[in-house]
């Protein structure tokens, strides 16, 4: 039997099957909600069929970044890094801007969003500082001196990216706070800075914030608090209220196939959701009126279930690298379905950022099932020394770290 061959029957295939799962009813949900659009000049009738081609792209991507040992991100992840800097600094240059976000660059005729790529580049970038440089060089193993430069390292693509796609930006905060934490960094660090953030938070509201990004958060609170008088519904309020109408109608079985009512065209989702992004950032909605709240309960709770078994695979992990490389992947799909689930339930603003596994989006299912890939590579040599530790092991390496706290 070959090692690659080995490794490939080592996967975690318990956590491929719950992300293959999450992938089929994905496709299935963007089908319902867009196979009716048959008039569209953007063809929308056929994104599901396109999104089967988007995971077929992803795949090679994921089984070679699973076969391959991680170890490579110790020399891989300053050029990564930089290629993720240079996207966004094209992305400034050439980008193309629709609906007010300047996010996509066109290549060869497809859009792309090097916003993604730069967070994949961001995670194997901070996994390696906060793991790796301590050990490489004792003075890292001062805790402020690793936030000072994971900090820089995080701060300069966050804010190229906030610049043009809030959104997408904001998914570096959970991201850089899981990784603070399992970076042995002791809590009074990050209680300062998340408390610092905070109070940084009313300045950017007021001097950061573009108008229509303030109507989104002000719209969101007034429905909350049931200020409908303060609500334009034919203008900011349009999607939220129509979003939240169709959660709140379909209860437990839904208004979709797979319920017991008669199922005709008169679906809110239909009618009323912006028809290019009914199957992307909206989708959880129209799963929440196809399938009621069982197919709500069910979506969330397999992406809750793939999560845990991240969180397990961390545990699993062989070194400090691997360990935060998966926390990191974790918490950038946490944040996403958290988002996204939340602006569909009318508990957040409503921010372009999609469901992982579920929206529609090119860019991010290749980005997602390399990510995952770098999961299962984390997995398949939790049993292989890591390099260059033919004395130590990572217990070592944590109490090596935990000396430092007291700096």
């Known amino acids: 039997m070959t090692p690659l061959f080995k490794k490939f029957l080592g996967i975690n295939w ?42 077929g792209l992803g795949v090679p991507f994921l089984f070679g970044a699973a076969l391959v040992d991680y170890k ?21 240059l050439f980008g193309v801007e629709v609906k007010g976000n300047k996010a996509w660059v066109e290549i060869a005729g497809q859009r792309m969003q090097p916003s ?6 961001g995670i194997v970038m901070l996994a390696v500082i906060f ?19 994971g900090g820089v390292a995080a701060g300069i693509p966050a804010c190229l990216v906030i610049k043009e796609d809030f959104g997408s930006g904001l998914v570096w905060g959970p991201v850089f706070i899981a990784m603070l934490l399992v970076g042995s960094i002791p809590f009074r660090y990050i ?5 610092s953030v905070l109070c940084v938070v009313p300045i950017m509201y007021f001097f950061v914030l573009k108008p229509y990004q303030q109507a989104r958060i002000d719209t969101t609170w007034y429905l909350l608090t049931n200020q409908m008088d303060k609500v334009d519904m034919r203008g900011d309020g349009w999607v939220p209220n129509y979003v939240q109408t169709a959660v709140a109608s379909a209860g437990f079985e839904g208004k979709g196939p797979l319920s017991a009512k008669v199922s005709d065209q008169r679906t809110i989702h239909r009618m009323f959701f912006p028809e290019g992004e009914a199957h992307s950032d909206f989708i959880f909605g129209v799963i929440c009126e196809e399938f009621g709240f069982r197919g709500a309960v069910l979506v969330l709770s397999a992406i809750a279930l793939l999560l845990l078994q991240g969180v397990f695979v961390a545990f699993c992990a062989r070194d400090q690298v691997g360990r935060l490389l998966v ?19 009318c508990m957040l603003p409503v921010i372009g950022l999609p469901m992982p596994f579920i929206s529609y989006g090119g860019t991010f ?31 070592d390496h944590e109490v090596e770290l935990n000396k430092g706290h007291e700096d």
């Open 14 to 55: 318990i956590l491929m099957m719950t992300m293959a799962g999450l992938l089929s009813f994905g496709v299935y949900s963007i089908y319902n909600a867009s196979y009716f659009r048959v008039d569209s000049p953007m063809n929308l009738d056929a994104k599901w069929k396109d999104q089967i081609t988007w995971i």
């Open 72 to 92: 490579w991100l110790r020399w891989a992840c300053v050029p990564i890094y930089l290629a993720g800097i240079a996207g966004l600094i094209y992305l400034e």
């Open 116 to 121: 993604q790529f730069a967070i994949m580049a």
């Open 131 to 149: 793991g790796e440089l301590p050990r490489i060089w004792s003075v890292f193993r001062r805790p402020w001196l690793r936030i000072i430069v």
């Open 191 to 195: 209680i300062t800075l998340v408390l």
């Open 327 to 345: 926390v990191g992947v974790v918490a950038m799909f946490f944040a996403h379905t958290f988002q996204n689930a939340g602006m569909n339930l």
């Open 365 to 395: 299912m290749v980005v997602t099932l390399f990510l995952m890939g770098m999961m299962q590579s984390v997995w398949i040599h939790r049993n292989i020394s890591p390099v260059n530790k033919k004395a130590s092991s990572g217990s």
